[in-house]
């Protein structure tokens, strides 16, 4: 990845306010070609919010949201989903009576209209449940594919979400804090697995708390607060920002 790499994403001006409440103010970022970005902040920054005003969860107050090239600001989340966004939650969000399958079926595009017909149907696309196999095995699940999700670890579950945000086939892809709730070895599994998929998408924002993983995963790193961007750079340059240090690790230079 280079400064010349094209823009997937684009983020300019955005606000979305909730009241009095400003939980993106103004920011302005953006995410390049074949990176890893990673935003970093304190609880309240605005780091979900800005997941969620992207995907359209959230309808921005004012400013821009462009993917590629075109403007998704107020596109509905389906629309922007179909453009090439995928995401995962803070909170893990599976159909927990589901096969770990059937999880990753639900997210292709074809199945959006009439998705349980879909996936259930007499004679189902085996090319699509290759395909879910595909992200399965990327994600060290394809053993478990016939498992109900909610027979799995904590650690699987969260892996299981990135498969089926993967299975959208999504040019960015959104994870917001993945490593949340894991240990230790489940945290330096999941940093080999995000690296492996660096390279089936065209770019990924990162939220994350861990430091660890930030600093192994991340191409270039912003750090918010109160809703702005107060420093933007390198791993090691961000987390040594004065303001940094001050707004999310607490110390006062």
């Known amino acids: 990845m ?12 955005l606000c979305k306010y909730f009241g ?21 902040g304190p609880n309240g920054a605005g780091k979900t919010a800005l997941i969620n005003t992207i ?47 059937e999880n990753v079926l639900v997210a292709y595009k074809q199945h959006t209209t009439h998705l349980f017909t879909s996936i259930f ?14 992200w399965l095995e990327m994600l060290q699940l394809a053993e478990k594919a016939n498992h109900s999700a909610g027979s799995l670890s904590y650690g699987d579950a969260r892996r299981l979400e990135i498969a089926r945000a993967l299975a959208g086939q999504p040019r960015l892809l959104l994870l917001d804090e993945p490593a949340a709730g894991m240990n230790e070895s489940e945290t330096g599994q999941l940093i080999k697995d995000i690296h492996r998929l660096k390279d089936k998408v065209d770019a990924i924002l990162l939220v994350e708390h861990d430091m660890n993983l930030i600093r192994q995963l991340s191409d270039r790193l912003v750090a918010m607060d109160a809703g702005k961007k107060i420093a933007e750079g390198t791993p090691t340059e961000v987390l040594r920002h004065p303001e940094v240090l001050k707004a999310y690790l607490g110390e006062d230079q």
């Open 121 to 134: 149907r007499s004679g189902s696309n085996r090319a699509e449940q290759q395909q879910a196999m595909h």
């Open 2 to 13: 280079t400064t010349n790499s094209r823009q997937v994403l684009g983020v300019s001006a």
């Open 20 to 40: 009095g409440v400003r939980a993106l103010d103004g920011l302005e970022l953006d995410v390049r070609q074949g990176e890893i970005l990673g935003v970093v």
């Open 55 to 101: 995907t359209g969860f959230y309808r921005a107050t004012s400013g821009r949201v462009v993917l590629d090239g075109t403007d998704i600001t107020s596109m509905p989340m389906h629309a922007i989903g179909r453009l090439g966004v995928g995401r995962t939650f803070q909170n893990i969000r599976l159909f927990k009576r589901m096969s770990v399958l």
